[in-house]
C-alpha cells in the first residue's frame, strides 16, 4: 500500500525559505518509472505544479518558480525535500506530494499521479 | 507554456443527470499525460482517468475520459450524490483551474 506524508512548518515569515518532506512507504524511489511530485493549491484556488524528481535523479521545475525551487531525495529515508525561497503571502496554500508513475504501454508512453498526500497547510505572515 | 482552460466553470446539475467538462489545451498535447481528477472539499484530489481514457484502479465506470489534440472531455453518465466536487484536467506540468459540479 502506498503511503505519503507531508510535513514541515506550518507558519513561515516572509522572505524566510520554506521546507517541507514527503514521507513515503510502499514504492522505492529507485524503481525505474517512479517520481514524486509537490503540487500546491492556494485557499479556493486552482492546484498549481512545482516541481517533480524522478528514480534517476533528473528534476524538472516550474518555469515561474525554478529560480526559488529545489527538490531533492533522499532513497534511503525514503524521503522526498522540498525547499521554496523567499517566501510570500502569496504562497500560502496547502502543499501536496504526489507518486508519478511512468511506463510504456499499448497505447504508448503513460505518465500520471496516482497517489497523493493528505497535504500541508502553509501560511506565509509576519 | 500550454494553458489548459475547463469549461464550464461551474456546473449545476441533479443526482442521475449527466454532467459534461471540458478541458481545453492551448496547443495540442498528447494524450499520454492528459488525466482527470476529483477533489472534495478538505481533501487531496484523487486520480480518476489517465492517458485521457483509461480509468484509475477502482473508479466506478460512470466516469468516463475523452479527447485528443486540443479537445478532451470527462463525463460522467449518472451523477451520483458523491461526485458533487472539484474535477480538475492536467497535462503534466500545467493543472486547468477546475469546474465545481454542484447540486442544483
Known amino acids: 500500500q502506498i503511503t505519503l506524508k507531508e510535513s514541515g512548518l506550518t507558519l513561515v515569515k516572509p522572505t524566510q525559505t520554506l521546507t517541507l518532506t514527503c514521507t513515503f512507504s510502499?514504492?522505492?524511489?529507485?524503481?525505474?518509472?517512479?517520481?514524486v511530485g509537490w503540487i500546491r493549491q492556494p485557499p479556493g484556488k486552482a492546484l498549481e505544479w512545482l516541481a517533480l524528481?524522478?528514480?534517476?535523479?533528473?528534476?524538472r521545475y516550474s518555469p515561474s518558480l525554478k529560480r526559488r525551487l529545489t527538490i531533492t531525495k533522499d532513497t534511503s529515508k525514503n524521503q522526498v525535500v522540498l525547499t521554496l525561497t523567499n517566501m510570500d503571502p502569496v504562497d500560502t496554500a496547502t502543499y501536496f506530494c504526489?507518486?508519478?508513475?511512468?511506463?510504456?504501454?499499448?497505447?504508448?508512453?503513460?505518465?500520471?499521479?496516482?497517489?497523493w498526500g493528505r497535504g500541508t497547510l502553509v501560511t506565509v505572515s509576519s | 507554456e500550454i494553458v489548459l482552460t475547463q469549461s464550464p466553470g461551474t456546473l449545476s446539475l441533479s443526482p442521475g443527470e449527466r454532467a459534461t467538462l471540458s478541458c481545453r489545451a492551448s496547443?495540442?498535447?498528447?494524450?499520454?499525460?492528459l488525466a482527470w481528477f476529483q477533489q472534495r472539499p478538505g481533501q487531496a484530489p484523487r486520480l480518476l482517468i489517465y492517458?485521457?481514457?483509461s480509468r484509475a484502479t477502482g473508479i466506478p465506470d460512470r466516469f468516463s475520459g475523452s479527447g485528443s489534440g486540443t479537445d478532451f472531455t470527462l463525463t460522467i453518465s449518472r451523477l451520483e450524490p458523491e461526485d458533487f466536487a472539484v474535477y480538475y484536467c492536467?497535462?503534466?506540468?500545467?493543472f486547468g483551474q477546475g469546474t465545481k459540479v454542484e447540486i442544483k
Open positions: 524528481i524522478d528514480w534517476n535523479d533528473d528534476k
Open positions: 496547443q495540442s498535447v498528447s494524450s499520454s499525460y
Open positions: 492517458g485521457a481514457s
Open positions: 510502499g514504492f522505492s524511489l529507485s524503481t525505474s518509472g517512479v517520481g
Open positions: 492536467q497535462q503534466s506540468e500545467t
Open positions: 504526489a507518486h508519478r508513475l511512468r511506463y510504456s504501454s499499448s497505447l504508448g508512453p503513460l505518465e500520471y499521479f496516482d497517489l
